[in-house]
């Protein structure tokens, strides 16, 4: 038998948390109404104060899963209707909590769902502080909100990081697009580290992002999947990847990343305000 995932776990920081294999909570943010606040059951751990719908790891449960099952279980909120964007760790060493920022991508009928839940409340991001918060959501607040909404949108020159490794790529440039794309795809399950994206919110980040694969001659047609957008350049690539960009940059908040090592490029598009990754850096994260 498994032990039980929803006990208490005495901490090395001398405190006790709630979850044996961590915790999770959903930051749920609609620019029209605000953020989806939720006063927890007196009968909770610090009850009666305001958080985010969340709780405990499940045993092989990812954070991202956890979170999003917990707003469902307590808030009814569709698992459809959320798009993740975006994770901040808390690192105890013995126990980590893991707040997953999402924007709202569908309808969102919220309700309190269990017992768990007392209230639940759409709040501004100016009025948040003057609720009575839970200390650690209190503390982690501030930082949080800076990236509600901001989404990491990675464009991938595919030729130039196509030819950066020598696969066989020149006798089967298509394949070799196949293939990027296929690893590119595992992103949206492991993300990438923020140090990695000079995204600006710190060590303890990771962001999921859009990605679109930029391909120009003879691995033109390669078909998107799940996770990844394929664009096909219709001339030569370099103005597809510029209108691309430009295009991402169109949403300022968003933090648009374009994996390339051409210098002409890179010049382009960080004129419109995009960073740039080296492939190497970029393949290094990938799932091989
Ligand atoms: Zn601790």
Same mark, same amino acid.
């Given at each position: 038998?498994?032990?039980?995932?929803?006990?208490? /776990?005495?901490?090395?920081?001398?405190? *006790?948390?709630?979850?044996?294999?961590?915790?999770?909570?959903?930051?749920?943010?609609?620019?029209?109404?605000?953020?989806?606040? @939720?006063?927890?059951?007196?009968?909770?751990?610090?009850?009666?104060?305001?958080? &985010? =719908?969340?709780?405990?790891?499940?045993?092989?449960?990812?954070?991202?899963?956890?979170?999003?099952?917990?707003?469902?279980?307590?808030?009814?909120? !569709?698992?459809?209707?959320?798009?993740? &964007?975006? $994770?901040?760790?808390?690192?105890?060493?013995?126990? #980590?909590?893991?707040?997953? /920022? !999402?924007?709202?991508?569908?309808?969102?009928?919220?309700?309190?769902?269990?017992?768990?839940?007392?209230?639940? #409340?759409?709040?501004? =991001?100016?009025?948040?502080?003057?609720?009575?918060?839970?200390?650690?959501?209190?503390?982690? +607040?501030?930082?949080?909100?800076? @990236? *509600?909404?901001?989404?990491?949108?990675? /464009?991938?020159?595919? $030729?130039?990081?196509?030819?950066?490794? =020598?696969?066989? +790529?020149?006798?089967?440039?298509?394949?070799?697009?196949?293939?990027?794309?296929? @690893? &590119? $795809?595992?992103?949206?399950?492991?993300?990438?580290?923020?140090?990695?994206?000079?995204?600006?919110?710190?060590?303890?980040?990771?962001?999921?992002?859009?990605?679109?694969?930029?391909?120009?001659?003879?691995?033109?047609?390669?078909?998107?999947? =799940?996770?990844?957008?394929?664009?096909?350049?219709?001339?030569?690539?370099?103005?597809?990847?510029?209108?691309?960009?430009?295009?991402?940059?169109?949403?300022?908040?968003?933090?648009?990343? /374009? $994996?390339?090592?051409?210098?002409?490029?890179?010049?382009?598009?960080?004129?419109?305000?995009?960073?740039?990754?080296?492939?190497?850096?970029?393949?290094?994260? &990938?799932?091989?």
């Amino acid at each position: 038998m498994t032990p039980p995932a929803n006990v208490f /776990v005495r901490c090395s920081c001398g405190r *006790l948390h709630w979850g044996r294999h961590g915790a999770a909570g959903l930051l749920l943010s609609d620019p029209a109404r605000g953020v989806l606040l @939720q006063r927890r059951a007196w009968w909770v751990h610090h009850g009666r104060t305001w958080a &985010l =719908p969340g709780g405990a790891l499940e045993a092989g449960e990812t954070p991202r899963e956890a979170a999003v099952r917990e707003a469902r279980e307590e808030a009814a909120v !569709a698992p459809g209707t959320v798009r993740t &964007l975006s $994770a901040s760790v808390v690192e105890h060493g013995d126990w #980590r909590y893991t707040t997953v /920022v !999402a924007s709202v991508a569908g309808r969102i009928e919220e309700r309190v769902a269990n017992s768990e839940s007392a209230e639940l #409340r759409w709040v501004r =991001p100016d009025e948040v502080a003057g609720f009575r918060l839970h200390r650690d959501f209190a503390a982690a +607040w501030p930082g949080l909100r800076a @990236q *509600l909404d901001r989404a990491l949108v990675l /464009v991938v020159d595919g $030729a130039n990081v196509v030819g950066s490794r =020598p696969d066989g +790529w020149w006798r089967d440039r298509f394949g070799a697009a196949v293939r990027l794309r296929d @690893q &590119l $795809a595992s992103l949206s399950v492991t993300g990438l580290p923020d140090a990695v994206v000079g995204g600006g919110a710190g060590a303890d980040w990771t962001w999921w992002p859009r990605v679109i694969l930029v391909v120009e001659g003879r691995a033109r047609g390669v078909e998107p999947i =799940p996770g990844v957008e394929v664009v096909d350049a219709e001339t030569d690539g370099d103005s597809a990847i510029v209108a691309v960009t430009a295009e991402a940059r169109s949403r300022p908040g968003d933090h648009v990343v /374009v $994996a390339t090592a051409d210098r002409e490029l890179k010049s382009r598009v960080t004129a419109l305000g995009a960073t740039t990754l080296g492939p190497a850096t970029l393949l290094a994260e &990938l799932r091989p």
